[in-house]
């Protein structure tokens, strides 16, 4: 394997998404966070809503599914599906955080409620297949996630929806179950199984009168009559209160393609994830959706990505070969003391300690290095140190592998669609579940030039500085 | 040793790749297993490096010591025309109500009848017997759907009591929930050591064992190798950058002095062990929290360069080593 350049170490797409504008820009009404499951969405979703807020924004975020603990973090680990304002951001530039969990149950009685007078809408909401259908048809999730987006927006009493998407099977689910749960509840089949009584009245419909009344005799056997007389209930108490599904549901896809939306894809670099989100842009252009740009999640760096995998590894052997002799010999201090003498140039005495220290005492280096020096452990302590430094290296060769590998996955993706502006969010250790770890993703997804390494530290090609 | 292998697991922890290696792994000494899928991913597919799977089943690899394994793509659609044909004998009638959307209705009408069928399958393949009285498949896994919709998928009698209360679907719902909950079945949890995979299977167990349906082992997939040890960390928090500096010098990586080569590399790879060191924090308070679940646990190794075929194999061997065949 070649030496990774370090110029190419980072993404040079045709565009860098700068978040910042697209989240200031009053015209932006909508920002729809979508990308397969486990790639950070919701993080994403709660990260842009908070840098919003804090630069002056009125934001309501809608999750679908949170970790408990990022929704705890937010104030909305009760699912009342209400928006509740997120506390403890900073309010200095005027803009207010809300957030809100999305129980898709609820929704759907929401709607029922709010158009049925109260006699009906207890008959739908009692109705068996009701029940069966506002928590579990394959869509209704995704659905009722439309639906809240065009409830909040008709609201306007925020002037920033961020909506996260359900983790769906694959990427098309999230786009076509409104569409298929609309059709399903608006198709043909269902008008004829609730009206057979009109289709008897036309002569040129007696042939699939006919067979409609076998359909609905087999699927009556197989699901139990009572069943069908559910659905044909439920179809013709939903439809005389409130319209098509059809058209509800056109009314929020063409709310998706306004201008003042904006469709952000979020992937983590990896093999599968960027596979689904390149299918994800050439489905939003299929369907006139905007698309803002792709967030590349957990992407890794490295401050030292000079040393490459191979030559960390070499020198990580180097430091663990003599000690196998040394441990059979038993001579480790011998070894180590002239080594060390030989090959390092100790800092002079005096030196100011210049450098920011990362050792994690707060004491400059130099003085750790002496008091170490005098104190010294009781077994080798500079075999230990060895050890933990080729520990290191192997961790930095790790490092520079999964980096070259991320790399390539990238590279994949732009050469597939150079149009789309891609910002990247360098990788936390841990997970997120505090106002301040969103606040450290929104600078991450802001500040794509700052994580740029320093470009007098390192030779550049000229041409990649554009 | 239950028949019935079911896998589930939060997404993006590898149900499907631990699913393939433990059908791999229980057709090792010439036994023969069938790997179902039912959500139409075509991953066993992708897996296996073969093509698109149809709705029937087909061997796709031989395990070691002579076993085979089969696989099958459930179509829910198909599952139905398949069931009305073997009730009311419908030939071309089926045809006719598919071109209606007659089937596509029933399958969406209710999640609960579409989970019969995929269900139904997949527990027919397991009482199925040849003509020598000898079980066709000796196991069938299921690549099941996600932790947070296993148990209501498996819960088909639930579903389908309020919605069919007589008639074939019913019976066949009863049918299927008596192999469900008995000892012929298990359901598996693949996760991984990080919080919320780990909070989704805690939730997930605590749903099944409430639903009473059985519950087998947590697989822990994808699991990091161990570069640095505890003794490694304690040291890290008191080592003096220079020594650190010194131990790169004399591995060859340039002058320790400050400004110096290896010097240089003191801050960025001490950041990086700072990283891993919260990460091995992290992971050892999830598997803390695995451990309390008291199931039996098994870890799987991360491949760094993605799974392939012999990544399989390999699981599959660890599989069989930890003693889950």
């Given at each position: 394997m070649s030496r990774p350049d370090p110029a190419q170490h980072r993404l040079s797409p045709a565009r860098l998404l700068d978040v910042d504008p697209l989240l200031e820009d009053p015209r932006t009404r909508i920002i729809v966070c979508c990308g397969s499951g486990g790639v950070g969405k919701t993080t994403t979703a709660a990260a842009l809503g908070l840098r919003a807020a804090e630069r002056g924004r009125k934001v309501v975020v809608l999750t679908i599914d949170p970790a408990r603990r990022l929704a705890q973090s937010m104030g909305i680990d009760s699912l009342d599906n209400t928006p509740r304002r997120v506390k403890g951001i900073d309010d200095s530039a005027g803009g207010e955080l809300h957030a809100m969990m999305l129980d898709m149950k609820r929704t759907f009685d929401e709607i029922v409620e709010a158009h049925a007078d109260r006699e009906r809408a207890a008959a739908i909401l009692g109705n068996p297949f009701y029940q069966s259908l506002s928590a579990g048809f394959a869509g209704t999730q995704e659905y009722m996630a439309m639906e809240k987006l065009g409830q909040l927006r008709a609201r306007d009493e925020w002037d920033l929806i961020v909506v996260d998407t359900p983790p769906s099977r694959s990427a098309l689910d999230f786009l076509d179950a409104p569409k298929r749960l609309g059709s399903f509840l608006d198709g043909r089949l269902i008008r004829l199984l609730t009206a057979p009584a009109k289709l008897g009245g036309r002569a040129g419909m007696k042939f699939l009168n006919v067979g409609?009344?076998?359909?609905?005799?087999?699927?009556?056997?197989?699901?139990?009559?009572?069943?069908?007389?559910?659905?044909?209930?439920?179809?013709?108490?939903?439809?005389?209160?409130?319209?098509?599904?059809?058209?509800?549901?056109?009314?929020?896809?063409?709310?998706?393609?306004?201008?003042?939306?904006?469709?952000?894809?979020?992937?983590?670099?990896?093999?599968?994830?960027?596979?689904?989100?390149?299918?994800?842009?050439?489905?939003?252009?299929?369907?006139?959706?905007?698309?803002?740009?792709?967030?590349?999640?957990?992407?890794?760096?490295?401050?030292?990505?000079?040393?490459?995998?191979?030559?960390?590894?070499?020198?990580?052997?180097?430091?663990?070969?003599?000690?196998?002799?040394?441990?059979?010999?038993?001579?480790?201090?011998?070894?180590?003391?002239?080594?060390?003498?030989?090959?390092?140039?100790?800092?002079?005495?005096?030196?100011?300690?210049?450098?920011?220290?990362?050792?994690?005492?707060?004491?400059?280096?130099?003085?750790?290095?002496?008091?170490?020096?005098?104190?010294?452990?009781?077994?080798?302590?500079?075999?230990?140190?060895?050890?933990?430094?080729?520990?290191?290296?192997?961790?930095?060769?790790?490092?520079?592998?999964?980096?070259?590998?991320?790399q390539r996955t990238r590279d994949r993706f732009t050469a597939l669609h150079p149009e789309v502006a891609v910002t990247e969010v360098a990788a936390l250790p841990g997970d997120v579940h505090d106002l301040t770890g969103l606040r450290t993703i929104g600078d991450r997804l802001a500040a794509d030039e700052r994580e740029l390494p320093d470009p007098a530290d390192r030779p550049e090609p000229p041409e990649a500085t554009a | 040793m239950s028949r019935l292998q079911v896998v589930s697991g939060k997404g993006g922890t590898g149900k499907t790749t631990v699913a393939a290696a433990l059908a791999l792994a229980l057709a090792t000494e010439g036994k023969r297993t069938l790997l179902v899928e039912v959500e139409g991913r075509q991953g066993i597919a992708q897996l296996f490096e073969t093509e698109a799977l149809p709705y029937e089943e087909r061997k796709i690899a031989v395990a070691p010591g002579g076993g085979e394994v089969y696989a099958l793509a459930i179509d829910p659609e198909l599952a139905l025309l398949d069931y009305l044909q073997m009730f009311y004998k419908l030939g071309s009638a089926g045809r006719a109500l598919k071109k209606l959307g007659a089937i596509d209705f029933a399958t969406t009408i209710a999640p609960g009848l579409r989970d019969v069928l995929l269900t139904g399958k997949a527990c027919e393949a397991v009482r199925r017997k040849e003509r020598s009285g000898r079980f066709a498949y000796d196991y069938v896994v299921m690549d099941a759907p996600p932790t947070g919709r296993i148990t209501r998928f498996l819960n088909v009698n639930d579903e389908v009591a309020g919605l069919a209360k007589i008639g074939p679907i019913h019976n066949q719902a009863q049918a299927v929930m008596r192999v469900l909950k008995s000892p012929e079945t298990a359901v598996h949890l693949v996760t991984l050591l990080e919080e919320m995979p780990v909070q989704e299977t805690v939730d997930g167990i605590a749903e099944l064992r409430s639903a009473r349906l059985p519950v087998g082992r947590i697989i822990v997939n994808m699991v990091r190798p161990e570069v640095l040890d505890e003794t490694d960390l304690e040291l890290l928090r008191t080592v003096p950058r220079s020594t650190v500096a010194r131990s790169l010098s004399s591995a060859g990586l340039g002058g320790a002095r400050r400004g110096g080569h290896a010097e240089r590399l003191v801050d960025p790879l001490l950041a990086q062990a700072e990283e891993y060191a919260e990460r091995y924090t992290l992971e050892h308070e999830q598997r803390a929290v695995l451990a309390e679940l008291g199931l039996p646990l098994h870890e799987l190794p991360l491949f760094a360069e993605g799974m392939d075929l012999a990544g399989l194999y390999e699981l599959a061997r660890e599989l069989r080593e930890q003693g889950v065949s």
């Open positions: 409609m009344s076998m359909m609905t005799g087999t699927l009556g056997k197989l699901l139990g009559g009572q069943l069908l007389k559910d659905v044909q209930t439920f179809v013709s108490a939903m439809d005389t209160t409130f319209g098509g599904f059809r058209t509800r549901a056109d009314a929020t896809y063409k709310l998706l393609q306004a201008p003042g939306t904006a469709f952000l894809v979020v992937a983590a670099p990896e093999r599968d994830a960027l596979r689904e989100a390149a299918y994800f842009v050439e489905r939003l252009a299929a369907e006139d959706m905007p698309l803002a740009g792709l967030v590349l999640n957990r992407v890794h760096g490295s401050g030292a990505d000079r040393l490459s995998a191979e030559r960390a590894l070499a020198a990580a052997e180097n430091l663990e070969e003599p000690r196998i002799v040394d441990q059979e010999g038993g001579k480790a201090v011998l070894r180590n003391s002239p080594d060390a003498q030989d090959s390092s140039d100790s800092p002079t005495p005096g030196t100011p300690a210049g450098a920011p220290a990362s050792a994690p005492e707060g004491g400059s280096p130099t003085e750790d290095a002496e008091s170490s020096e005098n104190t010294g452990h009781a077994e080798d302590p500079e075999r230990s140190v060895d050890q933990l430094t080729a520990g290191l290296l192997r961790l930095h060769a790790d490092r520079m592998q999964l980096l070259s590998r991320e | -």
